[in-house]
């Protein structure tokens, strides 16, 4: 799997957007950028993927460069309940003989909302 | 519903113990995982299952026997507890398509003395 650089930190004020980069400099034309976070103490949580096309669902935004050597998660309205660890990960689109479907987390970017 | 259940939550057990950790997903999905995040927080993969026949080892000590009775249950079962097993383990799961995302438990939070 494509290796992510992430920042450790970010802060974010309640009800601005959080905007979390990432980049994936060695992403090969069949991998997934995906994103999870986890919130304290829980199980991760998906947020949102895409190939090449930015994505939008009721989470979130995925913003893919044109080259896909870098992406950013945006959160439109955080909220205090955003506070989380997130990920970035860079998974292959097919599955791999023998290798399944494991996701393979960074160190992601701790995101603290605050008011 | 709860999608993706564990028990128990919390573990506590002396070293040289034998415990296990259930998981059952109710998504109908046909693939389930075991993840390890340890006091550093990284959250790595241990194992793999596709309806019952397991597809990823990661390197795990043969302490660790993951058994999936059917494809909605995985457990988890752990010989002769070590300190660094000391841990949260996460169960999981997908449809076996890589595109679709995975479904993660609450955790159970293991503590080996």
């Known amino acids: 799997d494509a290796k992510t650089t992430q920042p450790p930190s970010m802060d974010c004020a309640e009800g601005r957007a959080a905007n979390l980069p990432c980049n994936h400099s060695?992403?090969?034309?069949?991998?997934?950028v995906y994103w999870y976070r986890q919130i304290h103490s829980q199980g991760p949580q998906y947020i949102i993927h895409?190939?090449?096309n930015n994505e939008t669902n009721e989470m979130a935004s995925l913003i893919i460069t044109e080259d896909r050597k870098s992406s950013t998660l945006i959160l439109p309205h955080a909220t205090l309940r955003d506070t989380a660890v997130y990920y970035c990960?860079?998974?292959?689109?097919?599955?791999?003989?023998?290798?399944?479907?494991?996701?393979?987390f960074g160190t992601g970017t701790q995101l603290k909302v605050e008011l | 519903d709860t999608a993706v259940s564990q028990t128990p939550k919390y573990l506590v057990t002396q070293m040289g113990n034998d415990k296990s950790i259930k998981c059952e997903q109710n998504l109908g999905h046909d693939t389930m995982y075991w993840y390890k995040q340890d006091s550093k927080k990284f959250l790595k993969i241990m194992f793999s299952y596709n309806n019952k026949e397991l597809i990823i080892n990661e390197t795990v000590p043969n302490r660790f026997s993951p058994k999936s009775p059917d494809k909605a249950h995985l457990n988890l079962h752990i010989n002769s507890l070590e300190l660094g097993d000391s841990a949260v383990y996460f169960c999981a799961s997908s449809q076996v398509d890589p595109s679709y995302e995975q479904y993660f438990g609450p955790g159970t939070r293991l503590t080996v003395t």
């Open positions: 060695t992403i090969s034309g069949n991998e997934y």
């Open positions: 990960i860079v998974r292959p689109r097919e599955r791999l003989t023998g290798g399944g479907n494991k996701l393979t």
């Open positions: 895409g190939l090449k």
